[in-house]
């Protein structure tokens, strides 16, 4: 007998009544009989039905088709729909809908049953895999904890997911993508025989129920071979492709008595794993939980914070040597979290970019910084130039140089006093994309300026074929510059490449006066650093933007400055 649950919607009783009969007798569960559409949407919601028979033409003003829909879209309910008649208009909707299958009334038992069980077969297997998907995989997991009856040995549940697939889908294409899932799909299904349970949850994440093991050490052994299994070569198409796993386990019932705590643990340790750099295994473990809930609660703010004000832009001004005046600032962002406090950038920026968040955020950044640049300039503060980091995730965005040059017109900041700042390692990701903004900047009027200069590999060549206005030196070679020589050599090889390019030279991360005392003497054009000030909020560095802060040169042969 099937335990199935199927709902009718029949608009003619004694079809209906002839439907109820054949179900029945075929072992099916009825859970309900209705008459519209309207009814049908109720029906699905309350007594979530595992099939709904949905007649075509029902009266009123919901008809089956986008009763259907409903049903589909909201509650995932597989839908076979019932016609005696429909014209080709009807038919195409019917086709538009991707349905589970369609009965000619009338119909008889046999293709009514094979119909039903296609249906729930296609509704409970992954099309791409034919894998169990994760509806049959909680139905089947659920199954088997019930009956199991000793508490002597585990049973371990185990979440995969294939580290880096996104890198095959945009470099070798989804369909090269697609054979590899299908390829360890089907490594998974016959790799050993003490794997229970194959399915597929979604993209390219699956899950395995083992069999059950005496120990954790048990479970380990069948763990390392699934990584090893995953991890040989895949042919396809001609290319040859390598892949590693990141692999969750949970532990019944120690770590969940039912299908969905176990699940859910797993992907915990899944998450963990991930983030401990993939091709290894997590077990569940409650502080990795409590880390993840935080996590997850961090996300949560993270994606509310723009739109509750709660991002600051701070100024870390830049300054000119010869002169010692402001000529310039960095605008960075700070989180102010009104539980947490101030959230260290290190913290939330990474979070930002793999939740897809850095691009806006980045965006806000830039529109404040330019808004604030232009008022300060009305002010007559100074013809300052603000700089502005540029993420990879933005350069994502198609309508990157189209927004910025918006943003210039929209805040009425002149092209020249803005400066926009690419990491080497954005340059080298997608020298293409670099290039054809680079060339629509440079036409605007826009500096550019290459940050962390000295920390890729590939700088000099690549400062050849892009010419920037900045090099901005990184802080990693001006710290103890006056003590280690090789910091020393790079420093000054840096500055006369610069200068022999025609671009201004700015050193990060000035903290003492001997430091600033080397980059005088050896003709660096400005500076930043705790030197001189740390990065400020918009009040307190206009306050020091009208104090007239600087430095003054010292006639000695060091050159050294003072504060004045």
């Avoid at 076979?80 to 000619?104: H, M």
């Avoid at 016959?190 to 093991?213: D, G």
């Amino acid at each position: 007998m099937s335990n199935n649950k199927i709902l009718i919607v029949e608009d003619e009783s004694i079809i209906a009544e002839d439907l109820f009969d054949s179900l029945t007798s075929l072992g099916y569960q009825v859970t309900a009989i209705v008459y519209s559409g309207e009814e049908a949407i109720i029906a699905a919601s309350e007594v979530r039905p595992d099939l709904v028979l949905m007649d075509v033409n029902l009266q009123g003003e919901i008809d089956g088709i986008t009763a259907a829909e409903k049903i589909r879209s909201r509650f995932q309910i597989p839908v076979i729909y019932l016609t005696a008649y429909a014209d080709e208009n009807t038919l195409r909707r019917v086709n538009s809908t991707k349905p589970f299958g369609c009965i000619i009334k009338p119909f008889e038992e046999k293709n009514l049953h094979t119909t039903i069980q296609i249906a729930l077969h296609r509704h409970q297997y992954d099309c791409l895999t034919n894998l169990p998907n994760r509806s049959l995989l909680r139905e089947k997991l659920s199954q088997l904890l019930n009956e199991q009856t000793e508490l002597s040995e585990f049973i371990p549940v185990v979440t995969l997911s294939l580290d880096r697939i996104n890198r095959i889908n945009s470099t070798l294409g989804h369909h090269i993508g697609d054979l590899v899932i299908c390829s360890i799909a089907q490594r998974l299904n016959n790799c050993t025989n003490k794997i229970n349970l194959v399915a597929r949850l979604e993209a390219a994440e699956f899950a395995l129920v083992l069999e059950p093991v005496k120990d954790k050490q048990d479970a380990v052994k069948i763990v390392h071979s699934i990584l090893e299994i995953v991890a040989q070569a895949i042919i396809v198409e001609s290319s040859e492709v390598y892949l590693t796993a990141s692999i969750g386990i949970s532990l019944y019932p120690g770590d969940g008595r039912d299908a969905e705590d176990l699940l859910k643990n797993a992907y915990t340790a899944m998450y963990y794993a991930q983030e401990k750099g993939g091709n290894n295994y997590q077990f569940h473990a409650r502080n990795i939980a409590t880390n993840s809930i935080n996590k997850l609660a961090q996300e949560i703010s993270l994606r509310n914070a723009l739109k509750r004000s709660e991002f600051e832009v701070y100024y870390e001004p830049k300054v000119e040597i010869k002169s010692g005046k402001i000529v310039g600032a960095e605008a960075l962002v700070r989180w102010n979290h009104p539980e947490m406090g101030r959230v260290s950038p290190g913290e939330f920026i990474p979070m930002a970019e793999e939740m897809g968040l850095i691009a806006p955020l980045g965006e806000w950044v830039l529109e404040t910084a330019c808004r604030q640049t232009q008022a300060w300039q009305a002010q007559g503060l100074g013809p300052l130039r603000v700089a502005v980091n540029v993420s990879a995730r933005q350069f994502d965005q198609k309508n990157l140089t189209q927004r910025v040059s918006e943003i210039l017109t929209e805040t009425g900041l002149d092209p020249k006093y803005l400066e926009l700042e690419l990491t080497e390692s954005l340059v080298l990701q997608d020298e293409t994309a670099v290039s054809q903004a680079f060339s629509v900047w440079k036409k605007m009027g826009i500096r550019v300026a290459i940050d962390d200069f000295g920390t890729g590999y590939a700088s000099l060549s690549y400062s050849k074929r892009f010419p920037f206005d900045v090099l901005k030196i990184d802080k990693s070679f001006i710290r103890n510059i006056t003590e280690d020589r090789q910091n020393a050599a790079i420093t000054i090889a840096i500055i006369q490449m610069g200068h022999s390019m025609n671009m201004t030279v700015v050193a990060e991360g000035v903290e003492d006066e001997q430091e600033l005392a080397f980059l005088c003497t050896h003709d660096c054009d400005e500076i930043q650093g705790y030197f001189f000030s740390k990065a400020l909020p918009q009040d307190e560095f206009e306050a020091l933007l009208k104090s007239g802060k600087r430095w003054e040169l010292w006639k000695t042969e060091e050159g050294k400055r003072k504060m004045q």
